[in-house]
């Protein structure tokens, strides 16, 4: 095991970023995690998910009308909170890259909506990094939960602590710009994104926020706040010591120009 990989390179870099309150947070991100119950108005079957997950389906505007993009929906939580309060003249994309993942998606959607929902639904597989390239000012409002470290799940698997470095959350933050760019492009002129991640990390949180306003013009912050949770320089963070919810980073971006400069 090198210095800089590992339980103590792990513990040595959240404490460098968290301070005194890492050894709390840690412990909070422990096992068990407090599950909120959303009821499908179709069946009334219940899935379990975490309440900031509820919240941050929620905090994506969305009218009449409006076309809708999950880019990466699996397993599709976040996806049932937005259709179990949707109207149904709103459509849904809902996009997976990961073929496991996708049918699990698939899977969820047919469980808890079944065969006589009203909605506008139709499930891709496409790299959720080109997309900007094939549809441009399409979506009024667009949902990126993207890819994460996810340190939470990490810490409940020993063999995967053991393997992480730092290199592992700044090679994320690029991918994940690479997708928040896409979003860029995709969205409508006054539409939305949503950026989440449900990691503790800045370089994968506000520091792709930077990242998006050093390299693209005509975009800004569209202002969110939860009676739980935190502001963050961007957006909005809900972490587990603080909240019983999360971890789990927003931030709500709208597009004021057609520019994709």
């Given at each position: ?176 710009f690479a997708m928040l760019a896409a979003a860029c492009a995709a969205v409508k002129k006054e539409g939305y994104i949503l950026y989440a991640t449900c990691s503790i990390s800045p370089l994968e949180n506000d520091d792709v926020i930077d990242k998006l306003f050093k390299k693209r013009d005509g975009f800004r912050v569209t ?39």
């Amino acid at each position: 095991m090198t210095k800089n990989r590992g339980p103590n390179a792990f513990n040595e870099y959240f404490e460098n970023i968290y301070g005194a309150r890492w050894p709390m947070l840690l412990a909070a991100l422990a096992p068990p995690i407090k599950f909120y119950d959303l009821v499908s108005p179709i069946n009334g079957k219940i899935y379990h998910l975490d309440e900031a997950s509820v919240l941050a389906a929620r905090a994506l505007p969305r009218k009449k009308g409006d076309r809708v993009l999950d880019m990466c929906s699996a397993p599709g939580g976040k996806a049932l909170a937005m259709l179990f309060e949707a109207d149904a003249s709103q459509s849904f994309v809902l996009n997976e890259r990961s073929a496991t993942r996708r049918a699990r998606l698939s899977r969820v959607l047919s469980e808890f909506l079944g065969d006589a929902h009203p909605f506008s639904i139709k499930v891709t597989g496409h790299d959720a990094t080109k997309w900007g390239l094939y549809e441009k000012d399409a979506y009024d409002a667009i949902l990126l939960d993207a890819p994460c470290s996810s340190e939470r799940h990490l810490l409940e698997k020993p063999e995967l602590i053991k393997q992480w470095s730092p290199h592992r959350t700044k090679t994320l933050a690029i991918q994940q710009f690479a997708m928040l760019a896409a979003a860029c492009a995709a969205v409508k002129k006054e539409g939305y994104i949503l950026y989440a991640t449900c990691s503790i990390s800045p370089l994968e949180n506000d520091d792709v926020i930077d990242k998006l306003f050093k390299k693209r013009d005509g975009f800004r912050v569209t202002p969110i706040q939860f009676e739980k949770g935190e502001p963050t320089k961007h957006g909005w963070i809900f972490l587990p010591d603080a909240c019983k919810a999360g971890p789990l980073y927003l931030c709500l971006i709208q597009k004021v120009s057609s520019s994709h400069a």
